[in-house]
């Protein structure tokens, strides 16, 4: 809803950030006003200092994974800074919870998303989403070993 405020108030937050030796990078995330790469594209365009991480799976959710990808102008001047890499599976919350799937859990194809990015050349970092807390609070073990072998499967 307030879009156009905070886009006015780029250019001085990444003027901060610099200040300090930090990278601000605006997330691909849902929103009330636009999609993730339209609102993506404006904070482009107002300061092309602005850094993007992509959220995969709120890129699927709004039906832009491959779009993401596609789009030149994203990837033109090496905006792209992070990815957070996460499944989808048509809902973001379930039970009241919110859904962290990891890769081949849900219905993206990831893996053409990571070949289509390693084409664009990209060489950053990739953060898995994921949670190992029980609903209880406590560590689910079993979870946190799957987290673990998704990783090393996408580190090699």
Not at 57 to 68: A, K, P, V
Not at 77 to 82: L, Q, R
Not at 120 to 131: D, K, L, M, Q, V
């Amino acid at each position: 809803r307030e879009l156009e405020r905070n886009l006015g108030r780029l250019p001085l937050c990444l003027d901060m950030a610099a200040a300090y030796g930090i990278t601000l990078a605006i997330e691909t995330i849902p929103g009330d006003v636009g999609t993730p790469l339209a609102n993506i594209r404006l904070a482009l365009e107002r300061d092309a200092r602005s850094k993007v991480v992509l959220d995969t799976e709120f890129l699927g959710f709004y039906g832009q994974l491959e779009e993401s990808v596609a789009a030149d102008w994203l990837w033109a001047d090496g905006a792209v800074h992070h990815i957070h890499l996460k499944d989808f599976g048509g809902r973001l919350v379930h039970g009241g919870q919110r859904r962290y799937l990891l890769p081949g859990e849900g219905g993206l194809d990831l893996q053409r998303f990571l070949a289509g990015v390693a084409e664009r050349g990209y060489s950053g970092a990739f953060t898995i989403e994921a949670t190992a807390i029980d609903e209880d609070g406590g560590l689910d073990e079993a979870r946190l070993a799957q987290i673990a072998a998704v990783a090393r499967e996408l580190g090699s």
